[in-house]
């Protein structure tokens, strides 16, 4: 300890008063210390206030340079260093010399850098308004021979890309095309690793996507899938999964998607098509999660449907009504519920026997299976009115229905439910549907959905609500009365904040209810003629004119 006493009290001289060949000892002594007891002589290192004699050191580049660097890199090992070394203003010329040529020096610079910003968000924003990013890209590309260095480069690429402000830094260099390059020269399951750490975070941006799908990521993916498929080997299965999952993940960028779409020729699309029918249930999923995301626009779902995709779909979810695994169910779900949103494709989905093999999933007791379910139904049964009494008089699905519709735990399965409940009555437009709903104890939840916080669940209820009060008064009279029917109309008519279509809504339903004695009289006990009378001048005229036939109905029936 004595010696490294005398070590740090020469470094602590000025850069005149040093002999070269007396400051490479010291460094020597120190880094022997570091390598006895890190801790011990890091303390020692901030006790005799040495730091601040380094910057000084890094900016004269010589022989020590190397050193110096591996010095900071080993005390900011220690987390209570690594705000001294911030400090001590080690950082900006530390970033100076990763423009060096020499690979020594870089390597313990980097190493330098990443011990004294590990884990700190803000110094690693400094280091990306500092320019480093496109200095490490060309690094890689310069010393991509060297392993060392690339690992250094990959670690650093990996910390920095979680951070949102560094997507924009790394897509503008070739980070796509230099990873690419270095992926396909890794045989290795670890360096492939590697690799992959920074490319997860990075294809989050969806110009970085697009970068990798040009510069051939996808081919290297399908390549990986293709080598570890029928692996039993644990990583097999790990690299599989995360081959299959970074493809998925590179079809959620709508340019990338389409591009690989290629009208639905495209050979990765076809490729992605074959892992439908595949044993492998981690192939399984990516396929119908790939489907899901190339179903993202009418026309690609509109050539799927054609195309007999559908089929595929179901076959798969056919296989996993027993054997259960549920994050294929959802994925397939998924898949199916995206290719039913445009009009054409939901009669021939339909007379395909999807809502027959979606019902087989009511069983389910997982909510995500349950949310896509409930998506899918909605989705199918949206403008076909034989559909939706078809299934609005099954007596099962309005039980699950009803149930769900409580399940306050899980809020899209709520929400889902209540929105299915609505779509069924006012898609089928049907009494036979309206009468299965009030006899399973469906109406109270549609009031409660009236009161909803999203506008469209809110128009949603009311229009069902309306159907409902049209086509079977008399037998909803009770539920009406029991759920507070038209006190939450009188709340929605006087709320400021209610859009016009609720107010319109709103206002169709009173006068439809007023068919019903003891409704009647609710209406005529709480002050509606004042909050219709306000309508009149609303500034919507569609508004303004229900309010005026409203006061009407009011006047007439008081």
Same mark, same amino acid.
């Given at each position: ?244 999952? #970074?493809?998925? #993940? #590179? ?73 259960? !695994? ?17 009009? +054409? ?8 026997? &999807?809502?027959?093999? +979606? ?53 899209? +399965?709520?929400?889902?439910? !209540? ?93 439809? &209810? ?28 569609? &508004? ?15």
């Amino acid at each position: 300890m004595d010696n490294l006493s005398e070590a740090l009290e020469k470094l602590k001289l000025g850069p005149g008063s040093r002999a070269p060949d007396s400051v490479e000892g010291s460094l020597d002594c120190l880094l022997k210390a570091l390598a006895h007891n890190n801790t011990e002589a890091s303390m020692k290192i901030q006790e005799m206030g040495v730091l601040p004699s380094l910057p000084a050191l890094l900016s004269s580049e010589s022989t020590c340079t190397p050193k110096v660097a591996n010095i900071i890199a080993e005390v900011a090992k220690n987390e209570f260093m690594r705000g001294p070394c911030v400090d001590a203003g080690l950082i900006p010329p530390l970033v100076q010399l990763l423009t060096s040529p020499d690979q020594e020096l870089l390597l313990q610079t980097g190493r330098a850098l990443g011990n004294i910003c590990y884990d700190s968000h803000a110094l690693q924003a400094q280091l990306i308004n500092m320019g480093v990013i496109p200095t490490l890209v060309k690094l890689l590309g310069v010393h991509s021979h060297n392993t060392a260095l690339t690992e250094m480069c990959l670690i650093a690429f990996g910390n920095l890309a979680e951070l949102e402000s560094s997507k924009e830094q790394f897509a503008s260099t070739n980070i796509a095309e230099e990873l690419v390059r270095l992926f396909q020269k890794q045989t290795e399951h670890e360096k492939r690793e590697m690799v992959f750490e920074v490319l997860a975070p990075l294809a989050e941006n969806d110009m970085i996507k697009l970068q990798l799908v040009e510069a051939g990521m996808v081919e290297c993916l399908l390549e990986v899938v293709g080598q570890t498929v029928d692996g039993d080997r644990e990583e097999d299965v790990a690299q599989l999964k995360t081959a299959s999952d #970074l493809m998925v #993940l #590179l079809l959620l960028g709508d340019e990338s998607m389409q591009k690989l779409f290629e009208g639905g020729k495209g050979s990765v699309f076809q490729r992605v098509l074959s892992w439908i029918p595949s044993n492998n249930h981690q192939l399984q999923l990516a396929g119908a999660l790939a489907i899901a995301n190339f179903a993202r626009n009418d026309g690609n779902c509109i050539h799927m449907v054609d195309t007999g995709i559908v089929q595929q779909l179901l076959e798969l979810l056919r296989r996993h009504v027993d054997e259960g !695994n549920v994050t294929v169910q959802h994925a397939a779900l998924s898949a199916l519920r995206n290719l039913a949103i445009p009009v +054409v494709n939901k009669a021939k989905m339909l007379s395909a026997g &999807v809502a027959d093999v +979606v019902l087989k999933f009511l069983q389910s007791e997982m909510p995500p299976v349950q949310f896509k379910l409930l998506g899918t139904l909605r989705m199918l049964i949206d403008t076909q009115a034989e559909a939706a009494e078809q299934l609005g008089t099954n007596d099962k699905l309005l039980e699950r229905l009803v149930e769900w519709c409580e399940a306050k735990d899980h809020a899209g +399965v709520m929400g889902e439910s !209540n929105r299915l409940l609505s779509a069924l009555i006012r898609h089928s437009k049907s009494k036979a549907v309206v009468k299965v709903v009030i006899e399973g104890g469906g109406v109270k939840h549609l009031v409660t959905m009236a009161t909803s916080e999203h506008m469209i669940m809110q128009n949603e209820a009311l229009v069902a609500l309306g159907l409902i009060a049209a086509l079977d008064l008399v037998a909803a009279e009770k539920d009406f009365e029991g759920s507070g029917l038209v006190a939450m109309l009188h709340r929605l008519l006087a709320d400021e904040r209610s859009a016009p279509e609720i107010k319109y809504n709103s206002m169709i339903l009173v006068c439809s &209810v007023m068919g019903s004695e003891p409704l009647h009289k609710e209406v005529r006990g709480l002050a509606f003629m004042d909050v219709v009378a306000k309508l009149r001048t609303h500034d919507n005229k569609t &508004v303004s004119h229900q309010a005026s036939l409203t006061e009407q109905r009011l006047t007439s029936q008081s």
